[in-house]
């Protein structure tokens, strides 16, 4: 395990019984409004290779996905629009991709 001077942890495991991420970072809430079938999440913590896990508040006949990502921003869509507004939560993984950090390979 080893700690950077800016507070990095690199480690091979990690072991928790709970992982706390501020709000309003790399987690948060994002809506789908009523009559649309997507909506474009700003956040700068998106990069191409993140990984973003979404979670609709309530039930669906249709599955949200996360159709596009580029720096700063994703995409969620629906295939049909519904009849009101659908929230989400949303928490973004980034990848580490140099020095010797670990990465998920595909």
Do not use: C, M
Request: glycine share 8%; charged share 20%.
């Amino acid at each position: 395990v080893t700690v950077d001077k800016d507070g990095s942890i690199k480690a091979s495991t990690l072991i928790a019984d709970q992982i706390k991420i501020n709000q309003g970072k790399s987690v948060g809430i994002g809506k789908i409004l009523k009559g649309k079938a997507s909506v474009i999440v700003e956040n700068l913590l998106v990069e191409e290779g993140s990984i973003i896990l979404i979670t609709a508040h309530q039930p669906l006949n249709q599955t949200l996905a996360v159709t596009q990502k580029q720096t700063g921003q994703f995409t969620v869509e629906l295939k049909l629009p519904e009849t009101g507004d659908i929230e989400f939560d949303y928490l973004i993984i980034g990848q580490a991709k140099n020095n010797n950090d670990l990465i998920v390979n595909r």
